[in-house]
């Protein structure tokens, strides 16, 4: 089906893109870009904005959105703004 299990990431599908870069898929962030020399950096384009995958954290996997300025677990695909999400 070309969906992977990705150890930090969770559920994704993967699509190749243009030098080396890499495009994506997890329904609770749709479409985001990466290289292997960017990552855990990533580009969402749904905010047209930088993301951060930051890791586990508490049993939650966080990702800090720079433009918006919030944490976004992945665990339950909701956006969080408090100091308690880290």
Same mark, same amino acid.
């Given at each position: 089906?070309?969906?992977?299990?990705?150890?930090?990431? /969770? &559920? *994704? +599908?993967?699509?190749?893109?243009?030098?080396?870069?890499?495009? #994506?898929?997890?329904?609770?962030? %749709?479409?985001?870009?990466?290289?292997?020399?960017?990552?855990?950096?990533?580009?969402?384009?749904?905010?047209? /904005? &930088? *993301? +951060?995958?930051?890791?586990?954290?508490?049993?939650?996997?966080? #990702?800090?959105?720079?433009?918006? %300025?919030?944490?976004?677990?992945?665990?339950?695909?909701?956006?969080?703004?408090?100091?308690?999400?880290?």
């Amino acid at each position: 089906s070309g969906w992977i299990l990705h150890l930090q990431l /969770g &559920w *994704i +599908y993967p699509s190749p893109g243009e030098n080396g870069s890499l495009w #994506l898929w997890k329904e609770s962030l %749709g479409w985001v870009w990466t290289k292997s020399d960017l990552f855990p950096f990533l580009f969402r384009t749904e905010t047209q /904005g &930088w *993301i +951060y995958f930051y890791g586990e954290f508490m049993k939650k996997r966080l #990702l800090f959105d720079y433009g918006q %300025g919030i944490w976004i677990r992945l665990d339950d695909s909701q956006s969080n703004e408090t100091e308690n999400a880290r």
